[in-house]
């Protein structure tokens, strides 16, 4: 293993630590005691004892003289410290446990304990200072970048006005912590700048995808739907003519009679095979809502010529019937409409051939009835096979704003009916 492999291992077991939720309990426990070690490393120091007052700084003869009669301050003064400043210290270190759910309360207690125990004892532990850093990064990660850099200004202060006479080494921590604490809390924010953008971006693709799915989801119904009203339509029509071509010729020979019922028989399998495609397209795919305006309509010649192709198709009677004055209707909806008919002609054949059908168009003034009614025997459901016509129907109709229900006609037959809204219902 080379040195940048091995670099590279210890980096990334780094960055789960400290991804870790105990990392920061960990780092706060070993602060700590490092923190009560110098803290009671330094009340056993003389300097100490110079900083507060304990030591005379008469000359040396002065000292001498006193000697006799009583004992150094120091080392009366030692016990007490030895309990103040390992509290001090934990104060200044155990916060950090606490900074990942409070990073403003935990570097507000770190800073003030660090502030106490410059200004009464002019010390300043090594673990003090990582505790600090920390915590401003903390800050920054939590986004209090302003008062991370607020409660790093009094340190230069510090060092400025000479508070820390008593050593070199406290200047020097003082100064690092001016210069390091807005560093660590910039260092912070960067990281937290980095997550945030790496999260919208992970947002902004999911958003793409989901589009993306839903546009092809759309698009799977839309093609399934119009198979299923065009394509399927005519080749059920040739399936139905093949048959009645067969059955009402006189006098056809029997080689044409087999040609005509092969054709009848290919055209019914290539249906079942469509209906197996259509199952597949539908599996995922939901109504697709938005409006399509294809050519198909209401216009009159149009809707003759579809219920010509039926009348043709099945040898029946197919009527069309009006009621109330046109609306002018979305063409969205017109579509729907035609569509709703083609369909339902369809189903007759299919399940009544023979049956007679009346197409009615009811103009309500507000909306529009389509009923598409047979004399047929009366089916309340597709075939066992499970076809689509009717949930194809009701997608139609919902799509548009209306509703749809098919079920036995009173009086015998089979009823579809179509409720869509006009151009104005629309519109609100």
């Known amino acids: 293993m080379t040195c940048v492999e091995r670099a590279g291992g210890w980096a990334d077991r780094g960055r789960r630590f400290a991804a870790a939720p105990y990392a920061p309990v960990v780092v706060g426990v070993l602060l700590a005691l490092l923190a009560v070690a110098e803290s009671i490393a330094q009340a056993q120091s003389p300097r100490l004892a110079q900083v507060i007052g304990l030591v005379d700084t008469e000359p040396v003869g002065a000292t001498i003289r006193h000697a006799a009669s009583t004992p150094p301050p120091e080392y009366a003064a030692t016990p007490l410290y030895l309990v103040i400043l390992p509290l001090v210290g934990l104060a200044t270190t155990l916060p950090v446990a606490f900074s990942r759910g409070h990073a403003i309360g935990a570097g507000v207690a770190v800073f003030a304990t660090m502030g106490l125990s410059l200004v009464a004892f002019q010390t300043l532990t090594v673990a003090g200072v990582g505790a600090q850093l920390i915590a401003g990064y903390r800050l920054g990660r939590a986004g209090s970048q302003r008062l991370a850099l607020v409660l790093a200004a ?86 139905v003519q093949a048959e009645t071509a067969r059955l009402t010729t006189p006098g056809m020979p029997s080689a044409g009679a087999e040609r005509l019922s092969a054709i009848g028989d290919t055209a019914r399998a290539a249906l079942t095979e469509m209906r197996r495609l259509l199952g597949v397209l539908r599996e995922d795919a939901e109504a697709d809502p938005a409006v399509r305006r294809p050519q198909p309509g209401l216009r009159l010649p149009e809707l003759n010529e579809l219920l010509d192709e039926s009348r043709d198709a099945s040898g029946t009677g197919t009527r069309l019937i009006l009621r109330g004055p046109p609306l002018t209707l979305d063409p969205g909806v017109e579509l729907a409409a035609y569509r709703i008919v083609q369909e339902a002609l369809t ?12 197409v009615e168009l009811h103009y309500t003034g507000d909306d ?40 036995p006609a009173e009086g015998g037959g089979f009823l579809v009916e179509a409720r869509l809204p006009g151009k104005e219902e629309m519109a609100r």
């Open 154 to 239: 009094p340190y230069l202060v510090l060092a400025l006005s000479g508070v820390a006479t008593a050593g070199g080494e406290v200047r020097i921590l003082i100064l690092l912590l001016a210069c390091l604490t807005p560093a660590a809390a910039l260092a912070g924010t960067a990281r937290r700048a980095r997550n945030e953008a790496v999260a919208n971006t992970t947002a902004r693709q999911a958003i793409a995808d989901t589009l993306i799915e839903h546009t092809a989801r759309g698009e799977r119904a839309r093609i399934a739907r119009e198979l299923h009203d065009v394509v399927a339509h005519h080749i059920s029509m040739v399936a």
């Open 368 to 407: 529009l009835r389509v009923l598409i009614r047979d004399n047929g025997p009366g089916l309340s459901t597709e075939t066992p096979g499970g076809g689509h016509g009717l949930s194809g129907m009701r997608e139609r109709a919902a799509a548009v704003g209306g509703a749809l229900r098919a079920g």
């Open 347 to 358: 189903n007759a054949r299919r399940h009544a051939p023979g049956a007679a059908v009346d």
